[in-house]
């Protein structure tokens, strides 16, 4: 991986270094991320799951790729091109595919719960690279899951066998790529965030298209609104962040958004769906901020 790029290009400002962009980064992929699972729930109203997915990577990707290259970016080389496609397919196609998916017949909770289980999984894979987690990201890790489960031990457990396995593979295939990456010859973080949404778009296409997904009616005015929002804040802002992120964090601090994003789209959901908080919404939101706050300290000290 080009290492040495992102950092050199993120030092031209006083503005864009990583003191500053982290920081950003980290807010992008709290608060933004934690509002997509209300407007994916919203969008799953007029579009198919992986037809969803699929438009929506594609034009995140295009739009951010012409761009890069309008202000002058290099394209990806070949190499890079199929790094993209393997990281696209994992953290995309299976990753996100696979929870699109699943939240058609299962609860937003025990979705919540699979993605928490994704900062475990990078920390294992990072384990492979060398890389464990010191001691108080295991803290922080053990105490965000626990918060986790807290959160939703009061939630509805419905679902379905398929939406179960979906919600199985999709943080085990998001880990995986987010790991894999970070060792790999990979284009400068933006590049590679267009690039990987463009890749990653191929395959949800493929498995929208070999599974018979069709349109029965025009999406609404209500699943277009959530479309765009997922386009311009779900990726276009929130993955191109946590692509940043990965490039210049350790891995248990780039996975700490599993903790906060269920704390925040409860919020979201209590603001514009009208959802009910529990005693038990309060103290899993409570101990999930300690875990953040414990990962963010250990990657301090580490």
């Given at each position: 991986?080009?290492?040495?790029?992102?950092?050199?290009?993120?030092?031209?400002?006083?503005?864009?270094?990583?003191?500053?962009?982290?920081?950003?980064?980290?807010?992008?992929?709290?608060?933004?991320?934690?509002?997509?699972?209300?407007?994916?729930?919203?969008?799953?109203?007029?579009?198919?799951?992986?037809a969803l997915a699929a438009i929506?990577?594609?034009?995140?990707?295009?739009?951010?790729?012409?761009?890069?290259?309008?202000?002058?970016?290099?394209?990806?080389?070949?190499?890079?091109?199929?790094?993209?496609?393997?990281?696209?397919?994992?953290l995309l196609g299976a990753g996100n595919g696979g929870v699109c998916y699943a939240e058609q017949t299962v609860a937003s909770g025990i979705a919540a719960v699979a993605v928490a289980s994704a900062a475990l999984f990078m920390a294992i894979f990072a384990g492979l690279y060398g890389q464990w987690p010191s001691r108080m990201e295991w803290i922080g890790l053990v105490i965000g899951f626990v918060g986790i489960v807290v959160l939703n031990l009061g939630g509805e457990l419905r679902g379905s066998p398929a939406g179960a396995i979906a919600l199985v593979i999709s943080p085990v295939a998001w880990a995986f790529g987010s790991v894999w990456s970070k060792h790999q010859d990979m284009p400068e973080p933006m590049m590679s965030a267009a690039?990987?949404?463009?890749?990653?778009?191929?395959?949800?296409?493929?498995?929208s298209l070999a599974g018979g997904e069709r349109f029965s009616t025009m999406p609404d005015a209500t699943a277009?609104?959530?479309?765009?929002?997922?386009?311009?804040?779900?990726?276009?802002?929130?993955?191109?962040?946590?692509?940043?992120?990965?490039?210049?964090?350790?891995?248990?601090?780039a996975s700490s958004y599993s903790y906060a994003n269920p704390p925040?789209?409860?919020l979201v959901g209590v603001l514009l769906g009208g959802e009910v908080v529990s005693r038990l919404d309060i103290i899993g939101t409570v101990v999930i901020v300690a875990g953040v706050a414990a990962i963010t300290l250990g990657k301090q000290k580490g």
């Open positions: 991986m080009n290492d040495a790029t992102p950092a050199d290009s993120a030092t031209s400002s006083p503005l864009l270094t990583p003191r500053v962009l982290i920081p950003l980064a980290l807010f992008g992929v709290y608060v933004i991320w934690g509002s997509t699972y209300y407007g994916l729930r919203v969008a799953l109203g007029g579009f198919p799951p992986f929506r990577f594609v034009i995140a990707g295009g739009l951010l790729y012409a761009l890069l290259c309008w202000r002058g970016a290099a394209p990806p080389t070949r190499r890079q091109w199929f790094n993209c496609l393997v990281t696209g397919t994992l690039a990987q949404m463009l890749a990653g778009s191929v395959p949800l296409a493929i498995v277009l609104a959530a479309m765009a929002y997922l386009i311009v804040f779900g990726s276009l802002l929130g993955f191109s962040a946590y692509i940043y992120l990965l490039h210049h964090t350790r891995p248990a601090l925040v789209a409860v």
